[in-house]
């Protein structure tokens, strides 16, 4: 396909057509030299004044350096786009403009047109014309939106609404498009595309990859677009990473060359009048790199001018030329590629995309699952449960997705009723699903579930699975939770060796999971340097394969952040924290999940870390909030865990009161998690009670709880545990207010893991 020759429309509209006139009349008659001010001037008209101008002054040329005046030919007509930081010398030297009867035509932006008349007056005095730069769109993105028109290739906008409306309204006059954002509910996306019926759709807030497979994922299910092809879409926003072909959109750079770079550069390549041309290339990046190429590669100036003073564009007229010299047009992932009459290879796969064009919802549930948007999981999962009433894999699906989503409760009932109609080969990975839905809320109640699918593992004669390792990590967790760190290690190690074998690398997503879980004991027992490696490599492999937005990739930022603090590096733990909950909401589209209640916590303890108290406390209620919203009464270690911290950050506040209360709240629910008072995590928690009853005053009650307390580390840790010990120092000594207020002395940092650090959280 060849692209049809510019249209009757690229000529220069009415306000652009005066400004040029009155420009070469004022040239013609200011023979003996003339200072002529366009004012409010717009970089991207500069390529059509040039263009216009040069038909009638050959030997236009044009500056961004102020000094070249001193070397133009007597008489020459020159265009400078000034520099505010030249005024002194416009000022000092403006003699030479008369002696050397030059015609200037200042190309001055409104801010440095004020910043001249106020440094260099004389000069600026000198104007004998001021004329306004109409606005208009810059010439390459009219030609960019003709071409992916033309090619039907989608198109990415990095620059502004308003550039973006004018660029459309110069390019494509009788179009029409119907703005839809990228983040709203993914159902309302789907439907805002269909009703639009054929008008081009414009996506707005596509700021990261995330939202722009969203909406691949809409366009295709609302059947704007046909399998691997993006047709009659534009996409605004900041930070997605393109390249030709494998997103459906080509770059639409509105973000020019800066004129003194595109001069140097062509300079550099041997081009005369290099601003000229710069100009007539309209700084393009990619025409303005290709031109250099050709250049390089010994194309004769003239044939530039030949090729860059006719109207229309100019990278589509140097592709002949760059045939010619054996030079690849430095298109690069932009919509200028199309402009060269050539396509750039499509992706033949994005995941989801072809299924969803094929109504094939099941796997496509899947698909986003495994991309880590539960909440399109959500939705395809009951688009294919509609379809088949009676589907058990649909069932299962829709339950995970739930899960993943943080509906748990939904998840639970659904994945229950699941595995009462399951096939018997299918249990253990149905029992896997359901236990690791359990588990979030009732870590105990999954060992029945857990004992099951061991005895089937023991049972059947087939080859390993993943299920078997996913089991291998749940009892893992259940080891952490009677405090048995060094029988879930083992539990893991076999898990990870499991993996790595079945799969024949380390560099594959489910053994970094793998890996994450057994990070997460070392770190209990310790070994935080060996953690950390474990973690990084967790989150290298994750990001790989997931990329930058995806649940799992925010969970071993969260256990990173946890290791950096432990390490002493509050700041590094923040920012890793801070972008794991960015990821968890945008991927929930929510605040009101487990995950964002776990980076919440976190995020509190750094806070608490570097002294910003009240941070940390906001930080606290907040997820204190979110646990009984979401959770009620079904985490009690995970709110027993935050009120704990709580407590500590209320003491350094200075707030007893609060701190007891908070302490008091959390003692029986670990007492319920645990079935016993006499737990190593129990005994923690009432030794930082008994400092706050002694600081209170309650002496007697305060040391009871202080010996049962020292009693129950000793028997459960052994008398030699750092945490024994410093309580034990407690005990014999007068204990006053001013000497019992310090709980940190027993505040439970290294207390056996919770469900919150144990494996699979």
């Known amino acids: 396909m060849v692209l049809p020759p510019p249209a009757p429309d690229d000529a220069p509209a009415p306000a652009d057509r005066a400004l040029h006139e009155r420009l070469r009349l004022i040239l013609r008659l200011g023979e003996a030299g003339v200072l002529v001010l366009v004012d409010g001037a717009r970089a991207e008209r500069l390529g059509s004044l040039v263009r216009a101008l040069v038909a009638h002054e050959p030997g236009l040329l044009v ?3 102020a000094t070249q005046l001193a070397r133009a030919p007597k008489g020459a007509a020159v265009v400078l786009v000034p520099d505010a930081a030249q005024a002194g010398w416009l000022n000092l030297e403006r003699p030479i403009l008369a002696e050397r009867a030059l015609r200037v035509i200042l190309f001055s932006d409104a801010a440095t047109s004020a910043a001249l008349a106020r440094k260099a007056p004389d ?34 906008w990095g620059g502004g609404e308003r550039d973006l409306d004018g660029a ?18 993914y159902a309302a996306l789907v439907e805002a595309i269909r009703a639009a019926d054929d008008a081009w759709i414009e996506a707005c807030e596509v700021d990261s990859f995330f939202e722009l497979r969203r909406l691949r994922w809409a366009l295709v299910e609302a059947g704007r677009r046909e399998p691997l092809v993006t047709a009659r879409v534009v996409a605004r926003g900041r930070a997605v990473t393109l390249g030709a072909g494998t997103t459906g959109l080509l770059e639409m750079d509105s973000r020019r060359m800066p004129l003194a770079q595109a001069i140097k550069e062509l300079e550099a390549a041997g081009a005369e009048s290099a601003g000229r041309l710069a100009a007539l290339l309209d700084f393009e990046r990619s025409a303005v790199t290709t031109a250099v190429s050709l250049l390089e590669a010994g194309l004769p100036q003239a044939r530039f001018d030949d090729v860059t003073r006719a109207a229309g564009d100019p990278v589509q007229r140097l592709w002949p030329l760059c045939s010619a010299h054996g030079v690849s047009p430095a298109s690069g992932p932009g919509t200028s590629l199309l402009r060269t009459n050539f396509v750039p290879r499509r992706d033949l796969h994005f995941q989801c995309e072809e299924l969803v064009s094929e109504r094939r919802w099941l796997d496509a549930a899947r698909g986003a699952i495994a991309s880590g948007d539960p909440i399109v999981a959500v939705h395809w999962a009951q688009r294919a449960l509609a379809e088949d009433r009676g589907s058990v894999d649909a069932a299962r699906t829709l339950g995970v997705a739930l899960a993943e989503g943080g509906q748990l409760g939904r998840a639970r009932e659904i994945l229950r009723a699941v595995f009462g109609e399951g096939e018997q080969e299918e249990h253990v990975t149905l029992i896997d699903e359901l236990v690791g839905v359990i588990q979030s809320t009732d870590l105990l109640g999954a060992r029945q579930q857990i004992e099951e699918a061991l005895t089937l593992l023991d049972d059947h004669d087939v080859e390993p699975s993943p299920g078997d ?20 290690r083992t539990r893991l190690e076999e898990a990870s060796s499991l993996l790595m074998r079945m799969h024949g690398t380390e560099e594959h997503p489910r053994v970094a999971a793998s890996l994450r879980d057994l990070a997460r004991v070392l770190f209990a027992q310790g070994e935080v340097p060996r953690a950390r490696e474990l973690l990084e490599q967790a989150l290298r492999v994750e990001t790989k394969a997931y990329g930058d937005e995806h649940p799992r990739v925010a969970a071993s930022l969260r256990d ?37 209640a776990d980076s919440l916590h976190q995020l509190a303890r750094v806070l608490f870390a570097q002294g910003e108290l009240a941070g940390a406390r906001q930080l606290l209620e907040q997820e204190l909030q979110i ?13 027993s865990a935050s009120l704990e911290t709580l407590s500590m950050v209320l003491l350094s506040q200075g707030n007893l009161g609060g701190a007891r209360e908070a302490i008091e709240r959390a003692l029986p629910m670990l007492e319920r998690i645990h079935g016993t008072a006499g737990h190593p995590e129990v005994a923690v928690m009432e030794g930082n009670l008994s400092s706050v009853l002694l600081a209170l005053g309650e002496t007697e009650r305060g040391l009871a709880l202080r010996r049962r307390a020292y009693e129950t580390l000793r028997v459960q840790l052994g008398s030699d545990h750092s945490l024994t010990r410093d309580l034990g120092k407690r005990l014999p000594r007068a204990v006053n207010q001013a000497d019992a207020a310090e709980p940190h002395a027993v505040e439970a940092v290294n207390r056996t893991p919770g469900a919150r650090d144990a494996p699979g959280s």
Request: hydrophobic share 45%; charged share 20%; with cysteine.
């Open 63 to 65: 500056h961004t350096d």
């Open 123 to 156: 000069f600026f005095h000198w104007i004998s014309h001021r004329l306004e730069c109409p606005e208009g769109p810059w010439p390459p993105a009219v030609w960019s939106i003709r071409a992916a028109n033309e090619w039907g290739w989608g198109m990415f």
């Open 168 to 185: 459309f309204a110069a390019a494509l006059p009788a179009s029409t498009r119907v703005r839809v954002s990228a983040t709203a509910p």
């Open 469 to 488: 390792a996913g089991m291998l990590r749940r009892l893992a967790q259940l080891r952490v939770a009677a405090g048995d760190l060094t029988g879930a």
């Open 560 to 596: 990173l952040a946890r290791v950096l603090l432990a390490q002493s590096d509050p700041r590094g733990a923040r920012e890793l924290l801070e972008r794991a909950l960015h990821i968890q909401l945008r991927v929930y589209g929510t605040g009101e999940h487990r995950g964002v």
């Open 627 to 639: 646990r009984m919203k979401v959770d009620g009464a079904n985490a009690p270690e995970d709110i």
